[in-house]
């Protein structure tokens, strides 16, 4: 499994991508940033989840990347956003303009949790896409990229920084 701080900053830099270069910062406003990036941390609120279970129940249980790692979740969240997009289209003004809100939240919530498991599984490691049809995912290669986890975090981060440097993109942090 990537490490958490990949999680987030590498679906950071993606959506960060599409931010600058297909959607525009208007109609992509930098909060849905922080939202994608804590969904791409969220399936592994099963680690905390098997702590705690473990701690009240006496019964040392782990399941992490199994329920949290299935595609389900990421479609049902592509679902919701499609829903509420199509809803806006139907409404007028204040209203429109919520539910157009919500169906992005959606969607970047749906890729920020998709992208977590194509991490997991490049990355090798725990991961039960398929739960509940199958278990076990069989069909992550295995690159063994678990190794180069630190440096693959630092050469992330220094590309992103040069990218957002070059562009002057920088201050739309602070
Ligand atoms: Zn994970």
Avoid at 13 to 29: A, E, S, T
Avoid at 92 to 99: M, V
Wanted: some cysteine; proline content about 3%; aromatic content about 18%.
């Amino acid at each position: 499994m990537a490490y958490a701080v990949t999680h987030i900053l590498l679906t950071i830099v993606v959506l960060d991508f599409f931010r600058h270069y297909i959607f525009g910062k208007h109609r992509f406003p930098r909060y849905l940033l922080v939202i994608g990036g804590i969904a791409g941390l969220l399936p592994d609120i099963d680690i905390p989840l098997s702590w705690m279970f473990s701690l009240i129940t006496g019964v040392g249980t782990y399941f992490h990347g199994v329920f949290s790692h299935s595609i389900v979740w990421p479609i049902a969240f592509l679902l919701a956003g499609m829903i509420l997009y199509s809803l806006h289209t139907k409404k007028k003004n204040k209203i429109a303009n919520r539910l157009k809100t919500w169906a992005k939240i959606s969607y970047v919530i749906s890729f920020g949790w998709f992208f977590h498991l194509v991490l997991d599984c490049l990355y090798g490691g725990y991961t039960s896409m398929l739960w509940p049809l199958q278990t076990l995912t069989t069909f992550c290669p295995e690159f063994g990229l678990d190794h180069y986890a630190v440096s693959i975090d630092a050469i992330i981060l220094v590309l992103w920084l040069a990218h957002e440097e070059l562009h002057q993109k920088i201050k739309d942090y602070f």
